[in-house]
């Protein structure tokens, strides 16, 4: 290469001696092939910086290629693991939960339906048993010694069997049944039984509430009634609207009744009064306020006095009163 190029060399510049040769020369430099463009510092910085910069881009561009790449595979993996999770760990849990959960619901389902079955033999068995017949009066009236029992009475017959009790001292309350066997349990109920028809006054406020009793202490024996009431007024009121009629239709405490156990040959007498002489009138009895159908000498037919506010008393004699106060005002101590 180097040896053909001093030829030509050597031949151009022997060209260029003559006139001649000169135009050769000049031919010879057109037809020469284009020489080769010249290599500098800054040409070549050039491209190295261009090649550098496309290696920078190309790298930068796979590696955020492979970050991605990365990532993408770090989220599957994530996604796989929360499968994994919610297959294989709660399912189990979830499942004890709710095994726990039916468990409890089917044994509160067997005790409910045992509870119902229970309730239900319970009410059947109550509907099917007779009413048991309660006590006509309880202490909370009064308290007393004795509960008889007196069935299949008329309001008529009253008084006479109450002349027939053998009785010991103390307080007798009486249980009372109708003709029919119906247990007199209001008060209402056995002023029906005696055909009484209360003031309406009275009668308006007259309470379920009441007692029928016999009071014995030494030897002497007295037929009482105790009736509650709701209305002090009117029950007063009542009362005094009452005194017409009240021996008439509580005729059955003035009776002639055995004093029983102690002494049973022995019978209370009632000593005959005129009806001339009786009237109604104002006594104090151990200081308690009484109103009294009495004589003279106040020998008493029938007399009624207010225990309390709510509570009325009537009875066929005075000293009974006293002493059934005493044993009345008793039973708030005894509570």
Do not use: C
């Not at 225990?307 to 009345?328: C, H, M, Q, R, V």
């Amino acid at each position: 290469m180097e040896e053909e190029e001093k030829k030509e060399d050597t031949n151009l510049d022997n060209l260029g001696q003559t006139p001649k040769d000169f135009g050769r020369v000049i031919d010879a430099l057109h037809n020469k092939s284009k020489l080769s463009s010249l290599r500098t510092y800054q040409g070549d910085m050039a491209e190295f910086i261009k090649e550098k910069n496309e290696s920078v881009i190309s790298i930068a561009v796979k590696e955020k290629e492979g970050k991605e790449e990365e990532k993408k595979k770090e989220e599957e993996a994530e996604k796989e693991e929360k499968k994994d999770n919610v297959h294989l760990i709660p399912k189990p849990a979830q499942s004890k939960e709710g095994f726990q959960i039916n468990f409890t619901m089917a044994f509160l389902s067997l005790l409910l339906v045992a509870g119902g079955i229970l309730a239900s033999f319970y009410i059947f068995e109550f509907i099917k048993k007779e009413p048991v017949s309660k006590v006509v009066v309880e202490e909370k009236i009064i308290p007393y010694n004795n509960l008889i029992t007196l069935a299949n009475l008329t309001g008529q017959n009253l008084g006479t069997e109450l002349a027939k009790l053998s009785l010991s001292n103390g307080i007798s309350i009486l249980k009372i049944s109708d003709a029919d066997g119906r247990l007199l349990k209001k008060a209402q109920d056995f002023f029906d039984f005696l055909e009484v028809s209360l003031p309406a006054t009275l009668g308006r406020t007259l309470e379920d509430e009441y007692a029928v009793g016999v009071i014995s202490q030494n030897k002497e024996v007295s037929s009482f009634i105790i009736i509650t009431v709701n209305d002090f007024g009117r029950a007063f009121s009542g009362m005094l609207d009452w005194e017409g009629n009240m021996e008439k239709d509580m005729s059955f405490l003035n009776t002639e009744t055995n004093t029983g156990i102690v002494a049973s040959t022995t019978v209370s007498v009632k000593i005959p009064m005129k009806q001339d002489f009786l009237s109604w009138k104002d006594i104090i009895v151990k200081n308690k306020d009484t109103r009294a159908l009495a004589n003279q000498k106040n020998q008493t037919k029938i007399a009624y006095s207010f225990l309390d506010k709510n509570t009325i008393l009537i009875t066929n004699n005075l000293p009974a009163i006293g002493e059934i106060f005493s044993i009345y005002a008793s039973r708030s101590i005894a509570r």
